[in-house]
């Protein structure tokens, strides 16, 4: 492993640490989506710099599907936080 890449692990792994605790602690649903969109997006930006650094795109169908899997995420927590505030 080169050094920039483990300087990478090592800060994205402290921050990965941060928002694992965000989403244990977060008071509301919508704290914990966050979190778990900001995971999600460390995990792609990890998997960006590994490709860059070595000169690949395998991990190209991993980020799409990371990236869907957010973004269909978020819009389940939008329409399932929208639909209990009507009920209120």
Known sequence: MSPLMFIIVIVFGVAALLTVVQ?????????????SDVLLTEVMCVLGADMAINGHTRSLPVLLIIAAVGVFGSIAVARFVARKDKTL
């Open 23 to 35: 989403i244990v602690r977060g008071p509301s649903i919508l704290d914990r989506a966050v979190a």
